[in-house]
């Protein structure tokens, strides 16, 4: 072990250990569409969030029981990261590329963060061969506050993730807008574009298979730019 390894041992407000990097690296993959993210280390977890121009945000929240140990001194810390090079350090060994037919090789991984101004230490194992990385991290920026309360819903529709991609997909992608429509009357949920092509228009009843959830009190049109 090197004397800078032990320090870090020494001296972290968070240490991690999980037996399959893979894990991480699927869940982080999944909110992995821009550059920066945030870190909220908790006794509970951690939180990794994501935002597009203040006007998206993503959150990931890895618990603490997806981790073999999980040890965090401080009730809160954060920081910024990159992102893509977090995800090229969990896949140093090339994740999800084992030989057809053979079982797929396990990533140990071990994290350490000592606190501010420190960086995130990854010590990743597969095979007997072991690796260190370490990323810079950043003063954290403020993050947009999307906390929706009960009483201030109008509108809530919850569909299945993987029918509303296909969808997207079908929209014109010339359009610089999209306009979504939520009703308690038909057509109640509208997506609409307008590009090159002329408009192009996707409904939804409130029946439909692939809507879970369904709770509208009023009309509204959203446009998103």
């Known amino acids: 072990m090197s004397y800078q390894t032990s320090q870090i041992e020494r001296n972290y407000v968070l240490y991690a250990r999980m037996q399959n990097a893979r894990s991480l690296f699927m869940i982080l993959k999944a909110i992995n569409f821009k550059e920066l993210a945030t870190c909220f280390l908790s006794a509970n977890g951690i939180k990794v969030t994501v935002e597009d121009a203040k006007c998206m945000q993503a959150n990931a929240f890895i618990q603490t029981g997806l981790f073999q140990e999980y040890k965090c001194r401080k009730n809160s810390a954060i920081f910024r990261i990159n992102l893509n090079i977090l995800m090229e350090c969990l896949g140093i060994f090339g994740l999800g590329n084992s030989v057809s037919g053979a079982p797929e090789p396990i ?28 990323i810079k991290t950043h003063e954290a920026e403020e993050t947009l506050d999307f906390e929706f309360y009960g009483s201030n819903v109008v509108n809530k529709i919850i569909m299945k993730a993987e029918c509303l991609r296909e969808t997207f997909g079908d929209l014109d992608m010339t359009s610089e807008v999209l306009k979504i429509l939520t009703s308690p009357d038909m057509p109640y949920l509208r997506l609409s574009t307008f590009g090159h092509s002329g408009s192009t228009n996707i409904e939804y009843p409130k029946d439909s298979s692939v809507v879970e959830a369904f709770e509208c009190n009023e009309t509204q049109v959203n446009k998103s730019v």
């Open 107 to 134: 990533t140990n991984l071990k994290m350490y963060y000592c606190g501010y101004g420190t960086p995130l230490t990854l010590i990743l194992e597969e095979g007997g061969v072991i690796t260190d990385c370490s």
